[in-house]
């Protein structure tokens, strides 16, 4: 699996950004030099690398809106407020601003993005009572931004969308993992078996609204 580390901090993000246009043009590049093939397996091998390559152009075109948006102080802003506003909606009397946390995030072609995000969750100090083994559903936090843009768990809409499909039209989560395999999107069946529910539990929320 392709995985590809923003750096974290300002300065480091716009290194990166950099370093991606530099990915995304040598693709590019070498898309457009492929040679005229001249028989039908040069012809099968030709499709399957250049089908590859546009997945990896793809993503990389992905990863720079995305570390882009990050960059965008205002969206920012706007994401976190809008984050808050949703956990209050869930139950929790007051939002914490915890700064920039890592995590990763999977794209539909496949390639994994580590990066440090900006993290709000309910403020926990001054909670009366026996401490929670479980965590109410007030008590999740959100990466602002990554929730503003579809996110959901560490998939990219587009990725979540192709799991769906995959599992909905498999036969089983052996049948779904080798369609994603085929589709360029490889993983683990546990992680399926995750996404999906947490498609699952998505769609019922949205119903009962």
């Not at 039908?40 to 992905?62: H, T, Y």
């Not at 192709?162 to 085929?182: D, F, K, N």
Request: proline residues 3%.
């Amino acid at each position: 699996m392709a995985e590809l580390r923003i750096y974290r901090g300002i300065t480091g993000m716009r290194q990166s950004l950099e370093q991606i246009k530099q990915q995304l043009a040598a693709e590019l590049e070498a898309m457009a030099g492929e040679s005229t093939p001249h028989a039908a397996v040069a012809m099968l091998e030709l499709e399957e690398r250049q089908q590859a390559r546009g997945r990896r152009i793809a993503d990389l075109s992905v990863a720079r809106a995305l570390v882009e948006a990050h960059l965008d102080g205002e969206l920012r802003a706007r994401s976190i407020e809008a984050a808050r506003v949703q956990l209050k909606e869930r139950g929790a009397a007051d939002v914490r601003i915890c700064g920039w946390l890592a995590t990763r995030v999977r794209l539909r072609g496949g390639l994994t993005l580590r990066m440090s995000s900006p993290y709000v969750r309910p403020e926990l100090r001054g909670r009366r009572g026996r401490r929670r083994t479980k965590r109410a559903q007030a008590g999740a936090g959100l990466y602002p931004l990554l929730w503003q843009l579809g996110f959901e768990g560490t998939f990219s809409p587009a990725a979540r969308s192709e799991i769906g499909r995959a599992v909905v039209l498999g036969g089983s989560y052996s049948e779904a993992r080798e369609q994603m395999e085929r589709a360029g999107l490889p993983m683990h069946t546990q992680s399926m078996v995750r996404a999906a529910v947490e498609l699952g539990s998505k769609g019922l929320e949205l119903r009962e609204q």
